[in-house]
């Protein structure tokens, strides 16, 4: 069965500083793997995915997520965050298996300070 | 688009009412989820549905119930409310027909059952 650990629930940072938020995996086939965003009173959207080739992605906003197979992890990182990405941060997996379900983690929320 | 639409937003209930949850979107996706967001346990998936007249259970399916008798609406039935049930709703919809479909997630359902 898969599941998704989010080591971290809080990280404050302060403005302009680098943050990495941590997402491990658990999962015995092939993995998709995407990270959301939940802006406070809103719904999920979708921040970046990986799905196959490059292990670099890359979200319009600056944010990136390295899959590191061996390691099962997909961490998030930023060189440099701003006030407005203050959110919850989630990390999701599927597969092709199991009528197509994506597990989420628990959710890692950052705050960042001025 | 409207993308993903719920009504309510809030909805306050005494223990044993029920009410229906409406989830209606329009980008002509084949599948449906309902999730609950409580603190500290990221999204748990309470059923969901990968075509019109086809419903399935998820992860915490007790207690709720669903019918997709259109494409576009997907319904999330409480028929005896319990203060364990108070929670954040949120509706998706994906139009992948594999574990790569991202979810485009409704506003959310603020719950609270007294």
């Known amino acids: 069965a898969q599941s998704v650990t989010q080591l971290d629930s809080q990280v404050p940072v302060f403005e302009e500083a680098p943050v990495e938020l941590r997402c491990n995996y658990s999962s015995s086939v092939s993995v998709y793997l995407f990270w959301y965003v939940q802006y406070p009173n809103q719904g999920l959207q979708l921040l970046l995915k990986?799905?196959?080739?490059?292990?670099l992605v890359e979200s319009i906003n600056g944010f990136e997520a390295e899959f590191n197979k061996s390691q099962t992890s997909f961490h998030l990182r930023k060189p440099s965050v701003h006030i407005s990405d203050t959110a919850e941060y989630f990390c999701?997996?599927?597969?092709?298996?199991?009528?197509?379900?994506?597990?989420f983690g628990a959710g890692t929320r950052l705050f960042v300070k001025a | 688009n409207a993308g993903v639409t719920q009504t309510p937003k809030f909805r306050v209930l005494k223990t044993g009412q029920s009410m229906t949850l409406l989830c209606a979107q329009d980008?002509?996706?084949?599948?449906m989820y309902w999730y609950r967001q409580d603190p500290g346990m990221g999204l748990r998936l309470i059923h969901y549905s990968v075509g019109e007249g086809t419903t399935a259970k998820g992860e915490v399916p007790d207690g709720y119930n669903v019918s997709r008798l259109k494409k576009q609406n997907f319904l999330l039935g409480l028929e005896s409310a319990a203060p364990s049930q108070t929670s954040v709703y949120f509706c998706?919809?994906?139009?992948?027909?594999?574990?790569?479909?991202?979810?485009?997630f409704g506003p959310g359902t603020r719950l609270t059952v007294l």
């Open positions: 998706a919809s994906s139009y992948g027909t594999s574990g790569m479909g991202e979810q485009f």
């Open positions: 999701a997996v599927s597969d092709d298996t199991g009528g197509f379900k994506t597990i």
């Open positions: 980008m002509n996706h084949e599948y």
């Open positions: 990986y799905l196959s080739g490059s292990t």
